[in-house]
Nanobody, 117 residues
Framework: QVQLVESGGGLVQAGGSLSLSCAASGGTFSAYAMGWFRQAPGKEREFVARIDYSGSSTRYEHSVKGRFTISRDNARKMVYLQMNSLKPEDTAVYLC??????????WGQGTQVTVSS
């Protein structure tokens, strides 16, 4: 059973930075791609970033490209999301997920990020 636990959310002013972490347990962490998603109130969950199993390939949603960086540490079973130049529209619950067979199979509970203007 895979468990994912996010941390690092909080309240920050526009233009500021936050670093999110996701700790994984169970399963073979280093074999699977990981991703970050977000869900704002009243909106659908949206993709933010993805990193492949080795960390050599990343992909970002257009609005965060150049501001957010996804990374992973397979030895520690951790995935990170460094968020810079934050905007009020980045306010959401951020969730990490693990990809299995092309689908996002496992999800964390999420961590709240609030960006004030």
């Amino acid at each position: 059973q895979v468990q994912l636990v996010e941390s690092g959310g909080g309240l920050v002013q526009a233009g500021g930075s936050l670093s999110l972490s996701c700790a994984a347990s169970g399963g073979t962490f280093s074999a699977y791609a990981m991703g970050w998603f977000r869900q704002a109130p009243g909106k659908e969950r949206e993709f933010v970033a993805r990193i492949d199993y080795s960390g050599s390939s990343t992909r970002y949603e257009h609005s965060v490209k150049g501001r957010f960086t996804i990374s992973r540490d397979n030895a520690r079973k951790m995935v990170y999301l460094q968020m810079n130049s934050l905007k009020p529209e980045d306010t959401a619950v951020y969730l990490c997920a693990q990809e299995r067979g092309g689908s996002w199979e496992y999800w964390g509970q999420g961590t709240q990020v609030t960006v004030s203007s």
